[in-house]
């Protein structure tokens, strides 16, 4: 995903009148607001002598979980409420299916370098291989990238970034961050989103020109993805007790899942040696066994 800020001038800002110029300032000053009240007030270590608070509070990992709700907030109620996600579900109801995953094929095929760069990193070479293949068929029989037969030819898609690269040679995620715009971004994996920039290479053809290309390929990038879980957020958001807390366990759940490439690491299960299992096998609901069939004996299966 490309990250391509532009910053208007102050010239610009001068011209910046009406609604959008007010909105911006508006934003501005809630920013600036929040910030104060909330860079003092961060989240409040629980008493040591309550186990379970401590525990709670180490796995959530979220030293400034006030600031960090703050921005969760602004993103939720102003930047999604009143701009992405209406603009989202226009996207998913104007654009028929395949056009919508014609827009995601293509931004996927621009991505390759990165995911290749980080494939090779991380000693993948089974996959960077995949990489490769894929964006060589669906740039030339995929149309430039609009289409992925390559699936079809047994070539999936995987995602790779620098962020995982990090994981994968030992760094840790760090405390929990949020951020209006990037949503969660730990600091292991916003230094990998700095560095991804640096193995695209789109960042130096644009480099200091004045294109709406960059700017546009965050934005589709972006509604695109948000149309994709319209469905699953507002589920999350209707069932969810604490939906900030539910998406900050779900995006490290996602996170794992993609360092470890979908791989179960057997050694980071929970530990159930403890448990002691006690069954009734008398009586009344009594739970019926059979002895294990000896050594060499057809069980018919």
């Known amino acids: 995903m490309a990250a391509h800020i532009e910053h208007s001038s102050p010239a610009d800002d001068t011209r910046a009148t009406g609604t959008h110029g007010g909105f911006a300032r508006g934003m501005a000053l809630a920013l600036v607001a929040g910030l104060a009240f909330t860079l003092g007030a961060c989240a409040t270590r629980p008493d040591p002598g309550d186990a379970a608070a401590v525990a709670a509070y180490e796995e959530a990992n979220d030293p400034v979980e006030p600031l960090n709700r703050y921005f969760f ?13 209406p603009a989202a579900q226009g996207y998913d109801t104007v654009l028929p299916g395949f056009a919508k995953d014609s827009v995601r094929h293509f931004l996927d095929n621009l991505r390759t370098p990165v995911i290749l760069v980080n494939d090779v990193l991380q000693g993948e070479w089974d996959r960077a291989g995949t990489t490769i293949t894929r964006f060589g ?142 069954f009734d096998t008398e009586g009344e609901g009594a739970i019926e066994t059979e002895s294990a069939p000896a050594a060499g004996q057809n069980t018919g299966i």
């Open 73 to 85: 907030a602004v993103n939720d109620q102003l930047i999604d409420g009143l701009v992405l996600k």
């Open 137 to 278: 068929i669906n740039t030339t029989v995929g149309v430039g990238g609009l289409l992925d037969p390559a699936t079809g030819m047994g070539y999936e898609r995987h995602g790779e970034d620098f962020g995982q690269t990090l994981a994968v040679w030992g760094t840790g995620e760090g405390p929990y961050l949020f951020l209006p715009l990037l949503g969660p971004a730990p600091p292991r994996d916003l230094a990998g989103f700095a560095v991804d920039q640096a193995f695209d290479p789109l960042t130096y053809i644009y480099w200091n020109r004045d294109s709406w290309v960059p700017t546009t390929r965050f934005v589709v990038n972006g509604l695109d993805l948000r149309a994709r879980n319209l469905d699953t957020l507002d589920e999350i958001e209707r069932t969810s007790v604490d939906y900030y807390a539910a998406l900050r366990s779900l995006y490290r759940q996602s996170r794992n899942n993609e360092i470890a490439n979908g791989e179960i690491d057997p050694n980071k299960l929970p530990d159930i040696s403890d448990i002691d299992y006690e």
